[in-house]
């Protein structure tokens, strides 16, 4: 049966307009966006079956480009729409952490920090700049790593913060195993960055870990 042929309740679109897109389920709104089904397969057929493939939601969106265009149902044209989405979701939340403060957003900290790093296969370690009032003035990746670690010189931190002519910062990595507990030596790093900036008046407000499922704050655990 055609989902234009399903109770007003049960279509994706309608549900979504109707109660919020919190509502529907991760293969109604991949419904959503592949817009339509395959020969004898509905759209949300389809997406129940490509989230069986991927695994998830998450790998899915983080496959590479070749994996997600050879999936059945999807394609390049749907990978290119795919990227926009996921870019204009970054840039959305990047232009609310340089409009409001970031201690008045901690929950879209969080959200920019797992779009920017949840799903990389490698460590990546990332500075968000701050002016004196806590809007983000920008970000970048600063350090690179194998799987298992990634490594931080507290010196290129001061030089780019200085650069950014930032008055605080919020360090970021991820954790490629997927586990957000911070390890011995994230707390290292983090101490000796603390005390590296403090030397040219720069404060650190925060270090977070991004995980799978959960991202971490060090401010919150009171180890800042």
């Not at 070749?66 to 059945?72: G, P, V």
């Not at 605080?168 to 603390?194: C, F, K």
């Amino acid at each position: 049966m055609a989902i234009t042929d399903w109770p007003l309740s049960e279509r994706p679109r309608e549900k979504l307009l109707t109660l919020g897109p919190a509502t529907l389920s991760d293969a109604e709104l991949l419904a959503i966006f592949l817009r339509t089904g395959i020969a004898g397969t509905d759209a949300v057929s389809l997406a129940r079956q490509l989230l069986q493939q991927f695994g998830d939601l998450r790998a899915l969106l983080g496959a590479s480009r070749s994996e997600f265009c050879n999936a059945r149902g999807l394609g390049e044209a749907k990978y290119v729409q795919l990227q926009a989405v996921l870019e204009l979701s970054r840039r959305f939340l990047q232009q609310q952490l340089k409009r409001d403060t970031v201690c008045s957003e901690p929950a879209v900290v969080r959200k920019y920090l797992a779009h920017q790093l949840s799903g990389e296969l490698r460590e990546v370690f990332l500075v968000l700049y701050l002016d004196n009032q806590h809007r983000m003035i920008g970000s970048e990746p600063l350090f690179y790593g194998t799987i298992d670690a990634s490594p931080v010189y507290p010196r290129i931190v001061v030089q780019h913060a200085l650069k950014h002519n930032a008055a605080a910062v919020i360090l970021a990595h991820n954790h490629p195993s997927g586990v957000a507990e911070p390890s011995r030596a994230d707390r290292a790093i983090t101490e000796r960055l603390t005390q590296a900036l403090a030397l040219v008046d720069i404060r650190v407000l925060d270090h977070f870990v991004v995980g799978d499922a959960e991202v971490v704050s060090f401010a919150e655990r009171g180890w800042l």
